[in-house]
């Protein structure tokens, strides 16, 4: 993340929303539509807009289940270097007590977070149409959670960050864009990463807090320990 690391920048008169959704329409634009932290017994459950139910484990390990209950990715723990991926269907779980007991947990997080529309098709749900440029498969690759602010990183290029005033910032690393809603919802404003956000500006910051919570989480001493900084709160929220 380069461009984040020197004067913020952005500007959002030079880009118009045509430009931006034409941008966005060639990339993937999956992102984490729900959560819940238990990660003070299991880790981050997840519910993506494309339907996906994910976990991201305290050890570092994730599972992912898709929006009809068929497909089953598991990633093991991480040294830091490398990770091995498993697939499976639900009627082909490996015999494996440590993963059987996280795809049980994967089932309670999915029914949790889709509430009852835990088995409703796709056409009815609200969820996004996969397109044909998204990954395999989407996942949150990271995440940080402060008092006021969780920042979630995906696999698609995707920085997702959630403030607790409901305000939101996504960068998409892939085009080099930032999407930054206001509280409440009050504003949606479009920027490039290469010219300047007027300083003093709400999006100018809360991106010197991404910048500064994204440091945190490249640092080895995050990717030792889970990413939390305080008590999980036990509670589903929403992302918009």
Known sequence: MNYLNGTVKGKSTSISKNKIKESLSQISTVFVKKWVDYSSKY??????????????????SKILVDHYNNKIDYVSKSDGRSSELMSFSMEEIPHNREIS???????????????????QTSSNTGFSEKKPNDPPFCYVKC???????????????????NFSDKSQLVIYAEKELMVFTGANHSSKSFYHLGDDIPRGSEAYRKLEVVKGMLIKLNSKEEESKPSVDNEESNLMVDAF
């Open 43 to 60: 880790g981050l459950g997840y519910l993506l807009s494309d339907g996906t139910t994910g976990i991201y484990f305290n050890d570092n």
């Open 101 to 119: 007991k996280k795809v049980t947990l994967m089932q309670y997080f999915r029914k949790y977070l889709n509430g009852a529309n835990s088995y």
């Open 143 to 161: 995440w940080l959670k402060t008092y006021q602010v969780i920042l979630f990183r995906l696999n698609n290029k995707i920085i997702q960050v």
